[in-house]
């Protein structure tokens, strides 16, 4: 892989390789962490309005909002509760997304994006990178393969989805498992408001995942951030299943990330699939 510029993460350091992945074609960025997610306008609308919604990297819910650019997005759906709608953009659209909810009840809107890469400098990083997303193991696997311990490429795809409420809360509904390949489902509906906790399933290829890191971060309601987000780790139970308090009202979002051995393209070696999901409890 030929490296067109180093750029750094906040936590932990990389180096960035064709940088086509943060939705700005064409150009390097410094990124300043992992997670990616959808951010709409307004979390609660009436039958007939427009979702809006920002994509965005960032940390602990602070990130910057990136244009629409069909070079990285694979695709983008809006899973009303009885139809199914590809979402379609022009290139630079801000926001990035936009869709009518043409109907009450609790809506999904999930984002894909094609490959893209990263380039590690040498195993420090990469082993920082691993321990904070809870793929420590991925270290050793890595020596057993006889793999080089500097230059290392990793191909990542991004798996995203919003839950927003439009209308009146029907308690009967919940979200469901869309086509996402990795994906982070919630069982229930985050907008009732007699739910006090809810559980979340992580799925890979519609089967539950066991004893992988769920990272939840929350911004209470007022608060601003980052500086008042809060980071919590999480691990899947045997069902794939982790529970998460909603007592204080705020923004939610949950990351997941799976690593797999591949050989290429180029000089790739591992792949990774990350999963989020958000909503926001605020009123």
């Given at each position: 892989m030929t490296r067109t510029s180093k750029e750094e993460w906040a936590r932990p350091t990389v180096a960035v390789a064709t940088i086509a992945s943060l939705f700005i074609a064409g150009s390097t960025v410094p990124v300043r962490a992992h997670e990616f997610w959808i951010d709409p306008l307004a979390e609660?609308?009436?039958?007939?309005?427009?979702?809006?919604?920002?994509?965005?990297?960032?940390?602990n819910l602070s990130g910057a909002a990136y244009p629409y650019v069909s070079k990285t997005v694979a695709g983008?759906?809006?899973w009303s509760p009885d139809n199914v709608n590809a979402i379609t953009a022009r290139e630079g659209d801000?926001?990035?997304?936009?869709?009518?909810a043409t109907e009450p009840g609790l809506h999904r809107i999930t984002v894909q994006s094609h490959p893209a890469y990263i380039v590690f400098d040498d195993m420090v990083e990469f082993e920082e990178y691993l321990e904070y997303e809870g793929?420590?193991?991925?270290?050793?696997?890595?020596r057993e393969r006889g793999l080089?311990?500097?230059?290392?490429?990793?191909?990542?795809?991004?798996?995203?989805?919003?839950?927003l409420q439009v209308g009146p809360v029907d308690t009967s509904q919940s979200d469901q498992p869309t086509d996402l390949p990795f994906e982070l489902t919630a069982l229930g509906n985050p907008y009732d408001a007699d739910i006090r906790s809810l559980d979340i399933q992580l799925t890979w290829q519609d089967r539950p995942v066991p004893g992988v890191q769920v990272t939840l971060f929350h911004?209470?309601?007022?608060?601003?951030?980052?500086?008042d987000s809060r980071r919590s780790v999480l691990k899947t139970d045997t069902d794939g299943v982790v529970?998460?308090?909603?007592?204080?009202?705020?923004?939610?979002?949950?990351?997941?990330?799976?690593?797999?051995?591949?050989?290429?393209?180029?000089?790739?070696?591992?792949?990774?699939?990350?999963?989020?999901?958000t909503f926001n409890t605020a009123r």
């Open positions: 609660r609308l009436l039958p007939g309005e427009t979702i809006s919604a920002d994509l965005r990297i960032g940390q983008m759906t809006h801000r926001p990035a997304l936009n869709s009518v793929l420590g193991e991925i270290a050793d696997q890595h080089p311990d500097t230059e290392i490429a990793e191909a990542y795809i991004r798996n995203a989805k919003t839950l911004l209470p309601d007022g608060g601003t951030a980052p500086q529970s998460i308090d909603l007592g204080k009202p705020g923004a939610f979002l949950l990351n997941a990330v799976r690593m797999s051995p591949v050989d290429g393209p180029g000089s790739v070696v591992w792949e990774s699939y990350w999963a989020s999901l």
